[in-house]
């Protein structure tokens, strides 16, 4: 059987170009009960969203670098690629992963993952790995319940709240308005953000599989 997996790429601060140059690693945990093909689909529509995202978070990067660079003057022209870029890959993830959520319906954990994640030491995790303690609560106020799909619908809301941030920037460039610093700073907080959730989450899988 499949299983549906928390899952999001890690990216450190400092990012290589070209795009292609990051690499990911994922992993598999312990398979819950749902037909065969529907959550073959949900792990391939899991991944594809996590490899758009980090792409448009690696143009992201890119947009930042050049904005820092230029003192907040950065070409039109160069700014337009980028966010149509950035935009393009996180309305592909957003899509990606609201496909995986309307497709979990039905989908329960088996019984022993789901008591695996009702004991688990989510504490001791945080000081094991020296963690933050107010994300890890998130994560482990959905997952205590079993709440796969939950934590899933977490990351949709923050997708859509980060995409209308990006809009706003795309909207100022359009109007050839080079994006502030601190608008691009916010932006990055919450793609960070949404790495950083959906990397804890993973944490605690890994743990108990």
């Known amino acids: 059987m499949g299983e549906i997996i928390p899952i999001i790429p890690v990216a ?3 990012v290589n170009w070209p795009v292609e ?20 689909v949900i792990n391939s529509l899991i991944v594809d969203g ?6 448009s978070y690696s143009y992201f990067l890119r947009l930042l670098r050049e904005s820092e660079i230029s003192q907040g003057q950065i070409n039109n022209q160069k700014a337009t690629e980028l966010i ?3 935009t393009s890959y996180l309305e592909s ?15 329960i954990l088996n019984p022993d993952t789901l008591q695996k994640l009702k004991t688990f030491d989510y504490s001791g ?9 107010c994300v890890m609560t998130r994560v482990s106020f959905l997952l205590k319940k079993g709440n796969v799909k939950g934590l899933y619908g977490k990351m949709i809301f923050d997708l859509n709240r980060l995409l209308k941030s990006v809009s706003g920037i795309r909207e100022d460039i359009k109007n050839h308005i080079s994006p ?3 608008d691009l700073r916010t932006i990055y907080q919450q793609y960070s953000d949404f790495m950083q959730f959906g990397y804890y989450s993973s944490l605690v899988f890994a743990e108990i599989k």
Do not use: C, H, K, W
């Open 125 to 133: 995790l945080v000081s094991s790995r020296n963690l933050n303690s």
């Open 84 to 86: 149509e870029l950035i």
């Open 180 to 182: 502030g610093i601190e």
């Open 93 to 107: 993830s957003e899509e990606n992963y609201s496909t995986s959520f309307s497709l979990m319906n039905g989908l």
């Open 12 to 14: 450190a601060n400092q």
């Open 50 to 55: 996590a490899s758009n995202f980090l792409n």
């Open 21 to 40: 140059a990051i690499s990911l690693a994922y992993d598999f945990f312990p398979p819950i009960p749902g037909d065969n093909e529907n959550t073959s």
